[in-house]
Antibody, heavy 121, light 108 residues
Framework: QVQLVESGGGLVKPGGSLRLSCAAS????????MIWIRQAPGRGLEWLSY????????FYTDSVRGRFIISRDNVNKSLYLQMNSLRAEDTAVYYC??????????????WGKGTTVTVSS | EVVLTQSPGTLSLSPGERATLSCRAS???????LAWYQQKPAQPPRLLIY???NRATGIPDRFSGSGSGTDFTLTISSLEPEDFAVYYC?????????FGQGTKLEIK
């Protein structure tokens, strides 16, 4: 079945780095935009970063631009998020999701269960 | 930048009642550029409605969406116990894409 499984979360010190992964299965991964969305404890959803189906187009929200890098491997059906210079405010559950929209990202119809990132000394 | 404002923040209703959740966009967006998600505790969001009024696969017909321009509505015709959750709207008519802050639907 269609599935997304995130991994790579954990506890990291401020200023540290972490790489999240998202393994996709059950659909043609290379046909879809993919996105990372995060949710801080007790807060709402934040549209973080997305990447086009071929990997050439990327977007970052202001709070992570210059610190996070999104990438994908269409052969191995995986999405990544390299997170550098982490701050306490990056503490959140990080979801990867499949995005509907052939030419631009629209809505998310498949979500992973999320991976938790905690930034604390 | 499109800002989505959801109201009310919390809605207290009983099973069997009708729920009406609002999402206001500023500035206005295309009438077919809004989605709704449901999120239960410790679970990822689930897509309910896309293109303002289309139900996602497997979503019961008690859920319906409507609206255009600046005002959008999610209606749950008769609440079931499993419907009590947090609901988010999300727009894709403007850049960057954005979510509303959520409406918590709680049991009265």
């Amino acid at each position: 079945q269609v599935q997304l499984v995130e991994s790579g979360g954990g506890l990291v010190k401020p200023g540290g780095s972490l790489r999240l992964s998202c393994a996709a299965s059950g659909f043609t991964f290379r046909d879809y935009y993919m996105i990372w969305i995060r949710q801080a404890p007790g807060r709402g959803l934040e549209w973080l970063s997305y990447i086009s189906s071929g990997g050439s187009g990327m977007f970052y929200t202001d709070s992570v631009r210059g610190r996070f890098i999104i990438s994908r491997d269409n052969v191995n059906k995986s999405l990544y998020l390299q997170m550098n210079s982490l701050r306490a405010e990056d503490t959140a559950v990080y979801y990867c999701a499949r995005v509907e929209g052939r030419f631009s990202p629209k809505y998310m119809d498949v979500w992973g269960k999320g991976t938790t990132v905690t930034v604390s000394s | 930048e499109v800002v989505l404002t959801q109201s009310p923040g919390t809605l207290s209703l009983s099973p069997g009642e009708r729920a009406t959740l609002s999402c206001r966009a500023s500035p206005s967006i295309s009438s077919s550029s809004l989605a709704w998600y449901q999120q239960k505790p410790a679970q990822p969001p689930r897509l309910l409605i896309y293109d303002t009024s289309n139900r996602a696969t497997g979503i019961p017909d008690r859920f319906s969406g409507s609206g255009s321009g600046t005002d959008f509505t999610l209606t749950i015709s008769s609440l079931e116990p499993e419907d009590f959750a947090v609901y988010y709207c999300q727009q894709y008519g403007g850049s960057p894409r954005s979510f509303g802050q959520g409406t918590k639907l709680e049991i009265k």
